[in-house]
């Protein structure tokens, strides 16, 4: 949460029960994926300049839902 990063665009790596239904919602974009039968999931996520907040929330077969959210700040040039 709050990682500092220059690239445009980043993976995201995440995991839920097997099968789930994941929604990740980012400044950019609505991502609607599913959570393979390890529970594993992933994405690419386009990033703005400036502030990214990024929620997941993942729905299993049960309708069940958990969610969670980061911010990840994309700037042009890194302090040393």
């Known amino acids: 949460n709050n990682s500092v990063v220059t690239e445009s665009r980043i993976t995201l790596i995440g995991s839920a029960k ?26 690419i996520i386009n990033l703005i300049s400036g502030e990214n907040f990024i ?14 959210s980061i911010t990840v700040i994309r700037t042009t040039t890194l302090l040393e």
């Open 18 to 43: 097997a099968s789930s239904i994941v929604a990740i919602i980012t400044e950019s974009d609505d991502i609607i994926t599913t959570a393979v039968n390890t529970g594993n999931f992933s994405s």
């Open 55 to 68: 929620t997941v929330t993942a729905v299993d077969e049960r309708q069940a839902t958990t969610s969670s």
